[in-house]
Nanobody
């Protein structure tokens, strides 16, 4: 079955850290740009960070710059999102998705279609 599986979410206090993983099953993600997206309750899904096939190009939304780092291990068929200095406004369900084309556009315009289950991130004291 072809799918991306997100994991690593949890409950963390403000200022804490989490590392999310996006593991590909049934296909090789080394052919795709991979993006991380999040959706907070009552809000639309938004792009958080995206990474090119060779990891040479990355994009971050302004609110996470300097705090989040996206990386990929194509040998492990996995993309990661290291999240530091977490804030309550980072709370949401985090999803990953594959794509092609432009890294920035993929983050600014989340892809349509089906999504996985995501992983819940809650930042609260």
């Amino acid at each position: 079955q072809v799918q991306l599986v997100e994991s690593g979410g949890g409950l963390v206090q403000p200022g804490g850290s989490l590392r999310l993983s996006c593991a590909a099953h049934g296909f090789n993600l080394d052919r795709f740009i991979i993006g991380w997206y999040r959706q907070a309750p009552g809000k639309e899904r938004e792009g958080v960070s995206c990474i090119s096939v060779g990891a040479g190009t990355t994009y971050y939304r302004d609110s996470v710059k300097g705090r989040f780092t996206i990386s990929r291990d194509n040998a492990a068929n996995t993309v990661y999102l290291q999240m530091n200095s977490l804030k309550p406004e980072d709370t949401g369900i985090y999803y990953c998705a594959p794509g092609i084309g432009d890294v920035q556009n993929m983050c600014i315009y989340p892809p349509s279609g089906s999504w996985g289950q995501g992983t819940q991130v809650t930042v609260s004291s």
